[in-house]
């Protein structure tokens, strides 16, 4: 049974920084793509970050361009989003999902951990 837990979210001032954990099990980190979404209340769900484990690209978003990196670590089959220069619209639930395909295509998901980044 493939499951996928995140940690790491929490309280933040802004302009600080967060590791976001995404702990895999049921499968090993050689699946597809796997990678970051996030969501506030009332507004459209937001891919903000992925890697495709055949050939290591990344992708980020244009709002966190140059302020998160993706990485992945095999050994622990746990995928990380650095997080840095935190602003309060980063605020949001942040949701690890892995699939064939970026964005539309996850179709598993973990339920999230909640950041909350302060002005």
């Known amino acids: 049974q493939v499951q996928l837990v995140e940690s790491g979210g929490g309280l933040v001032q802004s302009g600080g920084s967060l590791r976001l954990s995404c702990a895999a099990s049921?499968?090993?980190?050689?699946?597809?793509?796997i990678g970051w979404f996030r969501q506030v209340p009332g507004k459209e769900r937001e891919g903000v970050s992925c890697v495709s484990v055949s050939d290591g690209s990344t992708y980020y978003a244009d709002s966190v361009k140059g302020r998160f990196t993706i990485s992945r670590d095999n050994v622990k089959n746990t995928v990380y989003l650095q997080m840095s220069s935190l602003k309060p619209e980063d605020t949001a639930a942040y949701y690890c999902?892995?699939?064939?395909?970026?964005?539309?295509?996850?179709?598993?998901w973990g339920k999230g951990t909640l950041v909350t980044v302060s002005s």
């Open positions: 049921g499968f090993i980190l050689d699946r597809y793509v």
């Open positions: 999902a892995t699939g064939p395909s970026w964005p539309y295509g996850m179709d598993y």
